[in-house]
C-alpha cells in the first residue's frame, strides 16, 4: 500500500508521556496500521503493565529518570531493521528530541514536548501543573498521583468533567517525580540529562507541535524550544493547533493532529533518506 509522500511504509515509533501508558496511543495505532505501517509503541521502563495494577502498585516507577527512559527507547530503536520515524507526547516529545540528537531515526515529531535544556521560558500554568510534586523534595524518589481534578487542569481542559474523568479512568496511571525534578532543573544542573546539541548536524528533521490551550507544555513554551534550533542544519519545523489542549492527540479533533504528523514525518523520513544515500 502506497503511503503518504510517496514513502514505503515503515516503522512508526509512538512515544507517550508521563502520567500515560501506550494505551494512550491506541487510535493513532489504529489509524496508522490501517494505511500500511508498522506502528508500536512500547512503554517507558516498568510501565508495561495493566493500568489497574499500575495504579494499585506503581513501586516499579518509583526513582525512574529520563536517562533511564531514553536508553530503553535507544536499544529498542536500535533493533529495528531500519530507522523508523518516531513521534512523542509531552516527556515522550521531550525523549523524541534526544533520541534524535543521538543520530537516531529517520525523522522525528515532539507534540507538546517537555523542554530540553537551555530553554529559559518557564509559564506559569507550567509551574502549576509540576509544583504538587516538586513542592516536596521526597518526591523525587516517589511516584507521583494525580486526582481527577488535577488530571483534567493538566489534560481535560478543553472537554467537560464527565469527558475528562472517562480518560482519567480509562488512561491515567500515577507518574514518576523525578523526571519532573530533572525538567525543573535542567538549566542549573551541569550536564543535565536532558541536555542536546541544538546544532547537531547529524540530527534527523524534527518537527514541533503545540496546541493553544495547553496548560502543561503551553505553546508560547513549543514555540521557545523551537527557536532554540534557529540556524540548525537539518529541518526544524513549527506547527501550533488552535483550540487544543495537553490532550491533543486523543481529544476530539485528533484525528487532523495525527495525519498532520504523519504526512510532515513520512515525507521528511523519504528526503533524509535520500539525502543520505
Known amino acids: 500500500m502506497p503511503a503518504v509522500g510517496g514513502a514505503s511504509p515503515g516503522t512508526i515509533v509512538l512515544i507517550h508521556g508521563l502520567w500515560m501508558t501506550p494505551k494512550s496511543w491506541r487510535p493513532w495505532i489504529d489509524r496508522y496500521s490501517s494505511r500500511g505501517y508498522d506502528v508500536v509503541a512500547p512503554a517507558w521502563p516498568g510501565l508495561a503493565r495493566d493500568i489497574k495494577e499500575l495504579r494499585r502498585d506503581p513501586s516499579p516507577l518509583a526513582g525512574l529518570g529520563i536517562g533511564e527512559i531514553v536508553d530503553h527507547y535507544v536499544q529498542f530503536v536500535r533493533s529495528l531493521d531500519r530507522p523508523p520515524v518516531i513521534m512523542g507526547h509531552s516527556f515522550g516529545g521531550l525523549i523524541t528530541q534526544l533520541l534524535l540528537d543521538r543520530g537516531l531515526g529517520a525523522s522525528g515529531v515532539a507534540i507538546s514536548p517537555a523542554p530540553p535544556k537551555g530553554v529559559w521560558l518557564l509559564p506559569w500554568s507550567s509551574v502549576r501543573t509540576a509544583w504538587p510534586a516538586l513542592k516536596n523534595p521526597a518526591n523525587r524518589g516517589r511516584a507521583f498521583d494525580l486526582s481527577a481534578k488535577q488530571f483534567r487542569y493538566r489534560f481535560g481542559n ?13 488512561q491515567y496511571v500515577p507518574g514518576t517525580g523525578r523526571v519532573l525534578f530533572q525538567a525543573a532543573y535542567a538549566n542549573v544542573t551541569p550536564h543535565a540529562v536532558t541536555s542536546l546539541d541544538y546544532r547537531c548536524d547529524t540530527r534527523p528533521p524534527l518537527l514541533l ?12 513554551l513549543v514555540r521557545s524550544n523551537h527557536r532554540k534550533y534557529r540556524g540548525a542544519p537539518s529541518v526544524t519545523d513549527y506547527k501550533e493547533f488552535a483550540g487544543r489542549s495537553h490532550y491533543l492527540c486523543g ?22 533518506q535520500l539525502h543520505n544515500e
Open 209 to 220: 507541535i503545540g496546541a493553544d490551550k495547553d496548560h502543561v507544555a503551553p505553546a508560547r
Open 251 to 272: 481529544e476530539m479533533g485528533w484525528e487532523e493532529v495525527a495525519d498532520y504528523a504523519l504526512t510532515w514525518a513520512m515525507d521528511l523520513a523519504e528526503v533524509s
Open 158 to 170: 478543553t472537554m467537560s468533567a464527565t469527558e475528562s474523568e472517562a480518560v482519567y479512568d480509562e
